[in-house]
């Protein structure tokens, strides 16, 4: 054996040698030296000193601490932080609230309490969000119902800077919160009262800006669905009058609740919000395995980094008062930066903001086989993941419950496959299940194998809740092999000057009543010209009979046919069929594949890198093959072993809503916005 051979055996051992366990146990109270016999007693003891290859292990127990290493590992050392055997480990951005006092009626209050996170101020009881003191109620324990009250619509009883309403309760509102959502219920906002006006019943606020989200779509002068918004208001004490209520009193340090059942809350596990992020990782190559995070976000903020078998709950609760955009950058997961992170078999539940967020300088990084579900209550564009940077990719979730939209991928070269989202749009409208806009620049974004089911608004927003949602400008995407059933207000919108769209071998079902269109496209005037959605190729599609297309703009503009068939179609439209009865196995069973002897098999058009692998003489219509996969969306497997039971929501199938159940078909005032 040569020297050199020789000394590089050498240094790889002693590398390997180098790397160590560190442990970590809360319930070790003498500080320790990170030993398996003498552990630390905090995370961020090991977090000092851990080197790459290191192993932190973390034994069970709460700790009220944020995990951020502050080193970085290497792609064959990584920093791994994981729970100890099975122990179940929780690292909350919480502190313990003790010593209630009795206040009055079923009131207690804990005086000197520092809760200093402003909108992100929280109470949580046994693990549970308990609700800011708010008129009216929120009387059935139901974020996204809102259970709100509507403006006055009379000329004179609102504006940009007031609304009001008869019912409002007579004490000084000034210094709470008014949460509001427009009849055009795209987008809401929240606002601080600056006044109070008792004889007029009306709320003040600073004059909102003119431009979007709010100006006149989501404000006050849009009139829309026979009214001009509904709102509720919170953050006072005198509102606080139900069980699960708080207030804070800011001035005198002092936290007000009213418990569950009215109970004792020095017989439960009361928790206010202290910090903003259980972990902060803003470095490389570390993972964060088989551990629980509560009450705040998981930041990162570097490349090669894995969240791994981890559950957040209530990682983003916060309102959003006084912001002059329409979404946020919060979300119980976020990738500020960085290339090359992983966030696998995670469950994610509750939120008011996004669940998952790759933001626009994340790039190349995956979501794969998570559960994400009952986020964005707040009803801003938020949702379960939005995808910003480019050549990400979102595979195999299973995503449900937003009051908007369900999932965006906007960045290049991104793909989204094989999840499965339901259930959103619940108390907001004019948006998707997928839901995008663009710059009519091609982003080369591929959508496939995807479930999309169930999007019904609420009354007060009006039918405006659509499966993919190709909104202003989008372009580029390349849209096929998904299944979109049970919506109300059609399978795919195209909007503005959308173009170079490619929308192959998709199934639409059920959606809408039957004078719902499968595509609808607004193509409003803009800048003197009329906008036209255009240069879209359309083949091997299927659905129930129904008009094909309709483009609109009000109820002056109307194009039917000729966007898509004869010779002013500028859209290529081929092959795709429509049927009295489901050509494939079973609706009710959501067996998609062609069923035996079905008129779809083998009429399809080859399309390359599409249909491919199709057996028979041709591809068959639609998103299945006969003889191909029978392919399922969303995760293929079981959580178990979390500090809490995750809701199994996601693996159900949100239930049917029949078509003669629906509300009665729109005039095109309201289906084209």
């Known amino acids: 054996m040569n020297r050199i051979f020789q000394c590089i055996i050498i240094l790889s051992i002693m590398a390997n040698a180098a790397a160590k366990e560190i442990h970590v146990d809360q319930r070790h109270t003498n500080g320790g030296d990170g030993s398996a016999k003498n552990p630390f007693t905090t995370i961020a003891q090991a977090a000092i000193l851990v080197e790459p290859g290191d192993v932190c292990f973390i034994h069970q127990g709460i700790y009220r601490e944020v995990l951020c290493p502050q080193k970085s590992g290497t ?52 693990g549970t969000k308990m609700q800011i003191a708010r008129w009216p109620n929120d009387t059935d324990n139901d974020e996204y119902t809102l259970d709100a009250k509507y403006i006055d619509k009379a000329e004179g009883t609102y504006s940009m800077s007031f609304i009001s309403n008869s019912e409002i309760p007579d004490f000084d509102w000034t210094g709470g919160i008014i949460h509001y959502l427009g009849a055009h219920s795209g987008c809401s906002w929240e606002r601080t009262i600056t006044g109070f006006d008792a004889p007029r019943h009306r709320i003040l606020f600073d004059t909102l800006p003119n431009y979007w989200p709010f100006g006149t779509t989501h404000s006050p002068y849009r009139f829309e669905n026979g009214h001009r918004g509904i709102f509720y208001l919170m953050n006072k004490f005198e509102a606080l009058d139900v069980p699960k209520e708080w207030y804070y009193d800011l001035k005198n ?14 017989t439960a596990l009361t928790e206010y919000a202290a910090r903003k992020n259980t972990a902060m990782i803003n470095s490389n190559y570390v993972q964060l395995c088989n551990l629980n995070f509560f009450g705040g976000m998981i930041t990162i903020k570097g490349s090669n980094n894995i969240v791994s078998h981890c559950m957040i709950k209530h990682g983003i609760e916060r309102l959003n008062t006084n912001a002059d955009e329409a979404s946020t950058e919060d979300a119980a997961i976020v990738i500020a930066d960085g290339a090359g992170n992983v966030i696998e078999k995670c469950v994610l539940e509750h939120g008011t903001m996004h669940g998952i967020l790759l933001n626009n300088d994340a790039s190349d990084n995956r979501v794969e086989n998570c559960i994400v579900q009952y986020f964005n209550t707040m009803g801003n564009h938020t949702g379960l993941i939005f995808s910003l940077g480019k050549g990400n990719k979102i595979l195999r979730n299973s995503l449900l419950g937003s009051a908007r939209d369900g999932v965006k991928v906007t960045g290049d070269n991104s793909e989204m496959g094989y999840n499965h989202v339901q259930n959103c749009l619940i ?23 995807n479930w999309f089911n169930y999007a019904y608004a609420a009354e007060h927003a009006g039918n405006k809740a659509a499966g993919i949602y190709l909104d202003n ?74 008009p094909w297309w309709e483009s609109g703009d009000g109820p002056k503009y109307l194009v039917n046919e000729k966007e898509y068939l ?42 390359r890198g599409i249909t491919d692998h199709y057996k028979g003489k041709a ?51 309201k289906k084209m916005k």
């Open 427 to 449: 108390s907001g409208a004019d948006g998707g299940l997928f839901y995008v806009t663009g710059s009519s620049k091609p982003r080369n974004i591929e959508i496939h194998h």
């Open 253 to 266: 340090k002092a936290l007000y609740f009213y418990a569950p059942n009215g109970a004792d809350p020095n």
């Open 473 to 546: 400008n989008s372009a580029g995407y390349i849209v096929h092999h998904n299944v979109v059933w049970d919506v109300e207000w059609g399978g795919l919108h195209f909007n503005w000057n959308a173009v170079k769209n490619e929308i192959y071998n998709n199934t639409f079902w059920n959606v809408g009543p039957s004078t719902q269109s499968v595509i609808d496209s607004w193509v409003p005037i803009k800048n003197n010209a009329r906008t036209n959605v255009k240069d879209n190729k359309l083949y091997n599609n299927i659905s129930d009979i129904r």
């Open 619 to 669: 591809p068959d219509l639609g998103a299945y093959e006969q003889g191909g996969e029978n392919w399922k969306p969303g995760v293929d497997w079981t959580p178990t072993g979390f500090a809490w039971t995750p809701g199994d929501d996601y693996a159900k199938i949100k239930t049917t809503k029949l078509q003669n159940e629906q509300n009665t078909p729109l005039n095109l005032n």
């Open 75 to 126: 792609a064959s050392k990584p920093i791994i932080f994981k729970a100890f055997g099975n122990d179940v480990v929780i690292i909350s951005a919480t502190d313990e609230v003790k010593g209630w006092e009795p206040y009055k009626d079923h009131i207690f209050v804990k005086k000197g309490v520092e809760m200093t996170m402003n909108e992100g101020n929280n109470l949580f009881c046994n």
């Open 566 to 607: 004869g010779e002013e179609a500028d859209n290529d439209f081929k092959n795709n069929e429509q049927y009295a009865t489901p050509p494939f196995i079973s609706f009710d069973q959501q067996n998609f594949a062609p069923a035996k002897g079905s008129a779809i098999i083998d009429k399809g058009i080859t399309i």
